[in-house]
């Protein structure tokens, strides 16, 4: 078996599954002392890119046999941007790579844990970065429903909800919102949740949207974050303000039978991207270069 030379934008869980493959050899950032010598650069033979397209990355996809990308749109992009054969792009979404658990079984526990009445369904908000993920937004949203038969879980760091605190102290939003510090388990919280509203001003396909899809929830998303590719248009935002949304949610919060279904549609197709299967098809790709 040939060996096969890699280079990548960011490090993944499925770039670090493939390193340990003996047909690979990943090709390190090279140094400024290399860059001024007069020996030849070496390029990979696939590179992995995710996020803004830059010089260097445009470099690495002109000089790769093939180009592997998380996202339509961001193959399209590089096509364009770094003037190449659509051909040698493959697409291959993120990954998704947690245990699945039944759903009424953990949605117990973190009721439990959290003095939640199990009765009510979850709404569930997080991201890395609360305030780019459409914190204000989710807010927004979330008091703008008529159905009143739920709790909403915003989710993060102690430094970002202690600032979350401050901004609400004014606003009477108990009843309504709950704010989780620290939670030991976040995908304790996507098994529990029923519906994951991510109202995001980010363009990057967010992972979170493929993590709450496997973990049977509804999804609903901005049609700027690459993410979108995955749901329908019923769930799709035109953006992260948009004031169809709370009908929406509404919608699903009373049709018991309709969000049932979405939910299970969403884990069928969050499960073509596991970790394993996206193992299996980089292989695939790696094989016919």
């Known amino acids: 078996m040939s060996t096969i030379s890699i280079t ?116 569930l908000f997080t991201g890395n970065n609360i305030k780019s993920s459409g914190v204000k937004e989710f807010i927004e949203t979330i008091f703008s429903l008529n159905e009143d038969n739920f709790i909403a879980l915003i989710a993060a760091d102690h430094k970002q909800i202690y600032s979350l605190k401050f901004q609400l102290s004014k606003f009477d939003y108990s009843e309504r919102i709950m704010l989780v510090e620290d939670y030991d388990n976040m995908n304790e919280l996507f098994l529990a949740s029923d519906i994951f509203l991510l109202p995001t001003h980010n363009s990057s396909f967010a992972t979170n949207v493929l993590k709450a899809m496997f973990c049977k929830c509804a999804v609903f998303t901005t049609a700027n974050n690459h993410s979108k590719e995955l749901i329908d248009v019923f769930a799709t935002m035109e953006s992260p303000s948009d004031r169809s949304a709370p009908f929406k949610v509404d919608a699903l919060l009373m049709q018991k039978d309709e969000l049932k279904k979405i939910k299970k549609q969403n884990r069928n197709i969050a499960k073509k991207y596991t970790l394993l299967k996206n193992l299996q098809r980089v292989n695939e790709i790696i094989q016919s270069v």
């Open 8 to 123: 990548y934008k960011a490090k993944t869980k499925l770039i670090e599954e493939l390193e340990k493959q003996e047909n690979i050899k990943t090709l390190e950032d090279q140094g400024l002392l290399k860059k001024l010598s007069f020996s030849k650069k070496e390029y990979a033979d696939v590179y992995f890119h995710s996020g803004a397209i830059d010089d260097k990355a445009i470099e690495n996809a002109s000089n790769a046999k093939k180009v592997i990308v998380p996202s339509l749109k961001l193959k399209k992009d590089m096509s364009s941007k770094a003037n190449i054969n659509e051909e040698i792009i493959e697409l291959v979404y993120p990954s998704v790579n947690l245990e699945y658990e039944k759903t009424k079984i953990v949605k117990q526990r973190v009721c439990e844990k959290l003095e939640i009445d199990p009765k009510k369904r979850i709404v």
